[in-house]
């Protein structure tokens, strides 16, 4: 079974040996970066699980860095660790999707149960990403006539509306499965109160 990676990124080299002494031990591929650019080309490079940054680097800081983090790799926890900073800077951190703040020096014990937090964090994370890639794949709506780009047209079109949304068809024509298309399109596959399917009926508008 592979080993999940944390990827530490700190200036201070006997920052990192230290710290890779503690993670080692808990079942961790630890790799190591001095700088924040050197960390951001590791993600490029390991499927890393879990990144501890400190605060403040030389060059790129650790809040630039987090935010590129944040946007490009949502999926993985970011803890940032600091022996400089107070309430504000990790108030500021979180606010920015950080995992979590940690003062240096860092409590083994702490640092523990927040790694074993952001671990179960990243695994639901990507378990949800493959649930919806798998529901993405399912109902893909495949075709590119001039009918099936006027029903995606329709269906971009009212997904997103609140009002009450008629499907009309006989059994069998896809109706559910418009239906489906609409909740995926509207809220990410949550499932919208205003859509309704019926069979055809007598009365048009």
Request: charged share 25%; with cysteine; glycine share 8%.
């Amino acid at each position: 079974m592979q080993k999940p990676q944390l990827l530490i990124v700190d200036d201070e080299e006997r920052i990192r040996e230290g710290l890779q002494l503690v993670l080692e031990p808990m079942g961790l591929e630890v790799v190591c970066a001095g700088s924040a650019e050197e960390g951001l080309e590791a993600l490029q490079s390991h499927s890393i699980n879990i990144i501890l940054m400190d605060l403040y680097l030389p060059g790129m800081n650790g809040i630039e860095a987090l935010e590129r983090i944040v946007r490009d790799h949502p999926q993985i926890p970011c803890i940032m660790i600091s022996g400089q900073g107070g309430i504000a800077d990790a108030v500021r951190a979180v606010q920015l999707g950080a995992f979590d703040f940690i003062e240096k020096p860092v409590q083994p014990n702490r640092l523990a149960v927040t790694i074993e937090k952001a671990l179960r964090h990243h695994k639901i994370l990507n378990e949800l990403k493959a649930h919806r890639d798998e529901i993405r794949r399912e109902w893909q709506l495949v075709g590119s006539c001039p009918a099936m780009k006027k029903l995606k047209a329709e269906i971009s079109r009212s997904a997103p509306s609140t009002g009450w949304v008629l499907i009309e068809g006989e059994n069998g024509t896809g109706r559910n499965w418009w239906r489906v298309l609409s909740m995926k399109r509207a809220r990410g596959g949550t499932s919208p109160s205003s859509v309704s399917t019926a069979p055809p009926s007598p009365l048009s508008w």
